[in-house]
């Protein structure tokens, strides 16, 4: 098959670019190498909507932080994705006002609102910051994301405005067929005019299969405490520490959908490294009640870990000098969330600039249809959707109160959740307290009955990561 353009990467950033693409009257087509969109960093982050202060002014993190931000909520309304503008904090003790200051100098230079509070200002936004804290630099537009929600929102969108998606495609190679690009995958080849790169932690090596720069890649780790969601109601707005060389630091702050982080770490690692280790979580032990006079670790309901990918100080955003038609995102680190509506918007630039036509669909949807929710039905709605559904009143997540009904949704939406987590990432089954101890083989048995697909052949997630090994009562244990 043969499209307009190809996106190659399923995180925030190519979620973004294919459905702003999509809404264009082109052909697009989205390769991921995973089992689902949103499976490297933009599953495991902070999930936080940056104001901008931090960034070198100049650089293009700011640029497309203050952008990003300035668009995001409108577009997690239109995609109907949980979110929260409930400002930021950096605190300090009495030491830390020069460094505030400085950061304060920073937010003008990147026109960001902010403003220096002392400590009687700083309770009053958040009334739980450590002893210690004598001032605070208070960013109102600051707020949390579900920042998978978004991208499978983003993703889901392109789908329903003619965008194709394949998972587990994996771009191993591109060659030049007859003026096209020609992708090389596990599910076979596809050309385009029009390659946009956005393949996160390989981008580099996407870079290198047309003869771009293979830029040299550092990986960094985030470890994280998730706190159960009795938590949410003691945390008002994102606490942060005076920012280091090593980063924004090891925050505090309520998610968009009720629980509360702390975390994360910033370590050097290797592609793909995920597995919490011992010492950060020793590290965050010492350094949440610096801010925070409230720590509950005894609260935690999950710990996970994330890979940031750097390359230099900035993002690289750009369109080929070598390669015709090509364009790249690479080394989109934190603040990557914040910025992908704003790097969607430049990229569609950058390929209109290579020749893209760029005509916009008549009928493209903008506003996605609402999703139901149990939780925020009235008793009278509810009853209604039972006697149309009876599997409206069948419970299946205890936890997050998920009924039968929004996980055959889930499964059957846009982009298709076939395995347990992207069951879970979509409506929250298995995200509470008991972490789909109770729920997880009854989510098995609903996609095999939805799909067809064997209970033994039911993965959790990414891989080899099938649940059901053995089928005991049938088995032969001679
Ligand atoms: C610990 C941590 C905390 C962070 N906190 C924040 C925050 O609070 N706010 C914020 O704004 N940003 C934050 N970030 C940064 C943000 O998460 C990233 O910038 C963003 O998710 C990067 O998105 P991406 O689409 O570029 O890459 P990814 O999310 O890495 O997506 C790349 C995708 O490409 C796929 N892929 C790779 N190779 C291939 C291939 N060859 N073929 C096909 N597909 C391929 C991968 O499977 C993946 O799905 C944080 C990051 C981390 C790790």
Known sequence: ??????????????????????????????????????????????????????????????????????????????LDVPCRK?????????????????????????????????????????PNVSDNVAYALYAPEAGVISPYQLAIALADRAVLNGAEVVTEAEVTAISREN??????????????????????????????????????????????????????????????????????????????DGNVIYGPTSVPTYDGDTAVTAEALDEIRRSVPLTYARPAFNKCIRIYCGVRTVIGHDFIIRKSDRAENFVMACG?????????????????ELLVSCGMERRPKADAVTVMPRKLRLESLSEERLNTLVKENPAWGKIVCRCEKVTEAEIVEAIHSPVPATTVDAVKRRVRAGMGRCQGGFCATRVMEIISRETGMPLDEIRKGIGHSEIAVLAVKEADYD
């Open 86 to 126: 409930c400002g930021s904090l950096v605190v300090a003790p009495e030491e830390g006002l020069e460094g505030l200051e400085e950061l304060k100098r920073k937010a003008d230079s990147n026109g960001v609102v902010t403003e220096i509070l002392d400590r009687e200002g700083t309770l009053k936004k958040e």
């Open 179 to 256: 003026n096209l690009w020609r992708a090389h995958t596990p599910k076979g080849t596809f050309d385009a005019k029009y390659v946009v790169n956005c393949a996160g932690p390989e981008a580099a090596a996407v870079n290198g299969f047309v003869g771009e720069e293979v830029y040299e890649t550092e990986y960094r780790r985030g470890d994280y405490f998730v706190l159960d969601n009795t938590e949410g109601k003691n945390v008002s707005t994102v606490i942060f520490p005076l920012p280091t060389a090593a980063g924004k630091g090891i925050l505090v702050a309520p998610t968009a």
């Open 332 to 348: 989109i680190c934190s603040p990557g969330l914040t910025s992908a509506p704003a790097i969607a918007e430049y990229i569609e």
């Open 1 to 78: 098959m043969s499209y307009d353009v190809m996106v190659v990467g399923g995180g925030i950033v190519g979620c973004a670019v294919a459905d702003r693409l999509a809404r264009l009257d082109l052909s697009v087509i989205l390769l991921e190498r995973d089992d689902d969109v949103a499976s490297y960093a933009t599953r495991a982050n902070s999930g936080i909507v940056h104001a901008g202060y931090d960034c070198e002014p100049g650089t293009a993190k700011a640029r497309f932080n203050v952008r990003g931000n300035a668009m995001m909520w409108n577009l997690a309304e239109e």
